[in-house]
């Protein structure tokens, strides 16, 4: 069986409601995906059959601890890290970020540098950037090509000295869609002896995410960008992870990864967040026969979990060169990220765009109006926005998903056209 997007539609019960006569259409994922039935019924279940703490001797205590390791497994099946007691759980990536930031923190010294990206969210940012000021770090920015909307890792060479402990930077950029050379920026880091830190919430809800071979330091991700609820996860080198000192309560365990989820953790958010990478599985079992060799070095549900990645980043590649297409033929649009039909592959399908002379809240606006839902602004991507100078005015973004039809794109870009119309747009 191959992709059936149909099939796959049938699983997300939010895709067929319909408000009055307009059926909901969500190009607004890039801000949070749809959730399967199988992970409403999974956080469902845990709601009902095992709504307890951790660690007791009783039936329910111990059915939440089964949903907790099952948690860390899947996890560690969606990245193919070695195990999963690499992963951590959290509120998301941004609390996540700010928390580790601090351990990792400790491991420097006043004059140490660290290397943030012009492309990356504000949680990859903000949080080193406190950590710099609170610290006496020295801070370097790496800057993108604004017309290719890709780093010249040239530059990336230049920043690097005997002094950089860290470079931050995202797997997929929130605003532009350009997927970033993670295993070649972690290799000039390690060369510095740096470590690299990376915000994966883009880019693992598209491409197939393997730590070992990206030799990346850290990865974080967030389950509701991949379909799945509102919960981040972070995985580290386990060697590093036992190096790093936790923030946490005294009688807190001192192992990893349980030393770093402090507090009571979202327990129906890990029966959901397991939900979602099973959910991939059933994907690469059922509709992704063609690409399980080339992940034929991996077993179960990881090679299941890896081969639907591929099979749904085919059809987002297809469906984002669609849109792409059409909104090339639409009057004063200037897209902000890679258009060449043959590069989707350097790309995710998020595509953000601005309009001469017309406002990006008046296009969101108009577009909700038509229960088209898209986002509109920075995004919290602020370095990314100033320096393609959209800051103020900010841009349109359209993010559509494997779950997302050319029809829906049809829609939209048909919906587009008659709003710059009436603005007359030239």
Not at 69 to 86: I, P, R, T, V, W
Not at 160 to 179: D, E, F, H, P
């Amino acid at each position: 069986m191959t992709f059936d997007l149909e099939t796959i539609r049938a699983q997300f019960p939010s895709l067929s409601i319909i408000d009055g006569e307009s059926p909901r259409i969500y190009f607004d994922n890039p801000g949070g995906t749809q959730v399967s039935q199988m992970v409403v019924e999974r956080m469902s279940d845990c709601l009902v059959q095992s709504n307890a703490n951790i660690q007791g001797y009783f039936r329910t205590s111990q059915m939440v601890d089964a949903i907790i390791e099952g948690a860390h497994e899947a996890m560690a099946d969606l990245l193919n890290a070695q195990s999963g007691d690499e992963i951590v759980f959290g509120q998301n990536m941004t609390t996540l970020t700010l928390h580790i930031s601090r351990s990792i923190g400790r491991c420097f010294k006043p004059g140490d540098e660290i290397i943030l990206s012009c492309m990356d969210h504000d949680a990859n940012v903000a949080p080193w950037l406190l950590l710099a000021r609170d610290l006496g770090l020295e801070v370097r920015w790496m800057p993108f090509n604004t017309e290719t909307f890709e780093f010249d890792l040239d530059e990336l060479d230049a920043l690097l000295t005997a002094r950089t402990k860290l470079v931050c930077v995202a797997g997929a950029s929130n605003l532009t869609g350009t997927i970033n050379d993670i295993k070649a920026i972690s290799a000039m880091a390690h060369d510095a002896g740096a470590w690299t830190y990376i915000d994966a919430v883009q880019s693992v809800p598209h491409v197939a995410t393997d730590v070992q071979d990206l030799g990346c330091d850290f990865l974080v991700c967030s389950a509701y960008k991949f379909f799945g609820p509102h919960q981040g996860t972070l995985w580290g080198r386990r060697e590093l992870l036992e190096l790093l000192e936790p923030y946490k309560v005294r009688p807190a365990s001192e192992k990893i990864p349980a030393c770093f989820e402090t507090g009571t953790q979202n327990h129906e958010g890990m029966a959901g967040t397991t939900a979602a990478v099973d959910y991939f599985a059933w994907i690469g079992e059922s509709m992704a026969t063609q690409y399980q060799e080339q992940h034929s070095h991996l077993e179960g549900r990881r090679k299941y979990v890896h081969a639907a990645m591929d099979c749904l980043f085919a059809y987002e590649r297809d469906i984002a060169a669609h849109l792409i297409n059409g909104l090339q033929q639409l009057p004063g649009v200037r897209i902000l990220g890679i258009t060449a039909a043959d590069a989707m592959h350097r790309r995710v399908p998020t595509v953000s765009f601005t309009v001469d002379g017309v406002a990006s809240d008046s296009i969101a606006r108009a577009l909700a109006a038509q229960n088209i839902f898209v986002w509109s602004g920075h995004y919290y991507a602020i370095e990314v926005a100033k320096s393609l100078g959209i800051y103020d005015s900010g841009a349109v973004r359209i993010g559509p998903v494997h779950y997302n039809s050319v029809a829906e794109i049809d829609q939209l870009l048909n919906a587009l056209d008659s709003i710059l119309r009436r603005a007359n747009v030239a």
